[in-house]
């Protein structure tokens, strides 16, 4: 009898120590997919930078206040550039401004922000499957009655 009481305490320990040990190996290898990416500021986990097919042109007729609308084709390249076409419907239909930079994607992994844009024009997109949503200056979704306007397709 006095046996089993000094083999449980034992067994105890064993077992404890079996736990904390797999939990903080897991930690090291999350640790070291996030390295073997290449750079240790991309986000782990699904988001919409690493789980959808986003590289693609979206296309889309943002409103506008002094014409019929804003025709905008936006391509976004998996090599973190980036084009955008746009044209005043009703103003000058054959003028067609082309803007060309970089974008980069916010911390979270679903938004990016295109850089080398002319004026106040706020540059960023929330990215979801097979479509982006032109955000306002804040980065925030625009609502209300136009807001399916301001939702670009992928072409």
């Known amino acids: 009898m006095k046996k089993s009481v000094f083999y449980f305490p034992l067994l105890l320990l064993t077992l404890i120590y079996s736990c904390t040990r797999s939990s903080s190996d897991n930690s090291s290898n999350d640790e070291e997919s996030t390295q073997e990416a290449g750079n240790s500021s991309l986000p782990v ?41 746009t044209n005043y419907l009703g103003l000058n239909d054959a003028r067609e401004e082309i803007f060309t930079g970089t974008f980069e994607w916010d911390p979270t992994g679903s938004m990016v922000q295109l850089t080398g844009l002319i004026g106040n024009a706020p540059g960023k997109y929330k990215v979801g499957e097979n479509r982006i949503w032109h955000l306002d200056q804040d980065g925030n979704r625009i609502e209300g009655d136009l807001a399916e306007f301001y939702i670009l397709q992928k072409q």
């Open 45 to 85: 986990g699904d988001n919409s930078q690493t789980s959808l097919d986003w590289p693609g042109t979206y296309f889309g007729v943002l409103p506008c206040a002094s014409c019929e609308g804003i025709e905008n084709w936006v391509t976004l390249n998996a090599d973190g550039t980036f084009e955008l076409k």
